[in-house]
């Protein structure tokens, strides 16, 4: 697939590879989505507790933190 991308994009893309935190262009962008799939994934937890707590479902501190570890977890394990 081939995509044009404007050049202040291709620009940060190349300084971050420069910058030494990736080895391609390809592993920016990679790295790009699955930071979206991870913000889909908190907006649809987020919207979730949402519904449950409108309905009276709730969980425990505790109960609370394991599950922000889990997604948290998930989330620094994007790289």
């Known amino acids: 697939m081939a995509i044009q991308l404007a050049k202040k994009i291709e620009a940060e893309i190349n300084a971050a590879v420069?910058?030494?935190g990736y080895r391609s262009p390809n592993e920016?962008?990679?790295e790009g989505l699955a930071l979206i799939e991870a913000r889909e994934a908190f907006r649809k937890a987020v919207r979730e507790g949402e519904a449950q707590l409108a309905h009276g479902n709730v969980i425990t501190r505790s109960q609370s933190r394991r599950r922000m570890k889990k997604l948290a977890a998930?989330?620094?394990?994007t790289r």
């Open 28 to 30: 920016v962008i990679r």
């Open 18 to 20: 420069r910058a030494g």
């Open 74 to 77: 998930s989330f620094q394990n």
